[in-house]
């Protein structure tokens, strides 16, 4: 196996990567999205959004995730950036001296086949990946390779877009990367309980700047125990990912989601008026309920009990999340898989 060598720049690269402020931060819908599209249009186990820091390969999308993050010596990706014009392709892992004896393909997940097309800052240097990964021998055709670029420069167009947004101009000034660490989710990578109490009076000040509601949602995913419990944990681990992205893909830029712990997420939104935040509620119970769940032990039904309340800006969170929590309590007695709101 041979580690990739350093970026002939890579103090600049770094540097650039570390400007977007988008490590340790949230999952991102619109990247997931981008890479389910993938994996369904080129017919492959796994698909990554991979970014090369200083030492590891931090996983920023995923589908069909193999791994969460691994030591950049290992990293296919890091292989990839060494090169910006034209993607990485590794036909078949073991016939290639540079990975044979990678662990990454002679231990699980035993990758195979490998295409990564690097993702490129604004500076012009590399900072990751959009990847394809298989477990068999497998070849792109030409049209592959344009499609793999295109959606790599879709890619590249957002986190560009995304690095000029109100949200990541206050993380760069105001939360150092090892405090967004600490408020992060491990498994779902939302915000967690300790963010809640950071950003709430953020989206008070907005609220109360723009003459808005505040409200709140509390999602309790409907028997979950039984999940486990038929399933497994690593089942049960499956659904609460899939969870938070489906529910993410329902809201708006600006909202604020969270997991509070267990199957219990937390939706914070800013509303002009009541019909808004049913409106929010009910997109994300269809979201959860209308497909199965897809994971290694087949499809796994799934529904979730909403409860929501809004208030004036000036309502503490406790109180706030007491009253969604009653609401909650309510539709679950009602016979779950609905949404109640406690309105003012």
């Known amino acids: 196996m041979h580690a990739a060598p350093a970026h002939p720049r890579e103090a600049e690269r770094q540097k650039a990567l570390e400007s977007l402020e988008i490590l340790d931060t949230p999952a991102d819908a619109y990247m997931d999205a981008l890479v389910r599209i993938a994996r369904d249009l080129f017919k492959v186990e796994w698909v990554l959004i991979s970014l090369i820091d200083c030492e590891q ?4 999308a995923s589908c069909g995730k193999p791994f969460s993050a691994t030591s950049r010596s290992i990293a296919f990706c ?8 034209r ?10 001296e540079r990975f044979a004896s990678n662990p990454l393909v002679i231990e699980p997940p035993y990758i195979r086949f490998y295409a990564g097309h690097p993702l490129i800052a604004p500076s012009g240097l590399p900072i990751g990946t959009l990847c394809l990964m298989h477990s068999e021998p497998k070849q792109l055709t030409a049209q592959e390779r344009c499609r793999l670029r295109d959606l790599a420069q879709m890619a590249d167009g957002y986190l560009k877009l995304r ?3 109100e949200q990541t101009r206050y993380l760069r000034t105001v939360i150092s990367r090892e405090r967004r660490r600490a408020m992060l989710d491990p ?3 939302l915000w967690n309980r300790a963010a809640l109490e950071h950003f709430y009076p953020i989206e008070q000040a907005a609220a109360r700047r723009d003459g808005e ?26 659904v609460l990912v899939e969870t938070a992205h489906r529910i993410a893909m329902t809201l708006r830029p600006h909202d604020l989601l969270l997991r ?14 009541a019909e808004q935040l049913d409106g929010i509620a009910e997109r994300i119970r269809l979201a959860i309920a209308e497909d199965p769940f897809v994971t290694a032990n087949g499809p796994v039904a799934v529904t979730t009990s909403i409860g929501g309340a809004e208030g004036d800006a000036e309502e ?6 007491q009253r969604a929590d009653t609401a909650l309590y309510q539709a679950k007695h009602e016979g779950r898989n609905r949404v109640v709101l406690a309105l003012k």
Do not use: M, W, Y
């Open 163 to 165: 690095s000029f947004s």
């Open 187 to 189: 498994l779902t990578q």
């Open 316 to 321: 503490p969170a406790e109180s706030l999340l």
């Open 78 to 85: 890091a292989h990839a950036l060494i090169d910006t014009h």
């Open 213 to 238: 509601r505040i409200s709140a949602l509390f999602i309790d995913l409907d028997h979950f125990k039984v999940v486990n419990d038929q399933h497994g944990h690593a089942i049960g681990d499956q």
């Open 57 to 60: 390969q931090r996983i920023k």
């Open 87 to 96: 993607p990485l392709i590794v036909p078949d892992a073991l016939s290639d």
């Open 260 to 273: 509070l712990g267990g199957e219990e997420f937390v939706v914070i939104a800013r509303i002009d008026k």
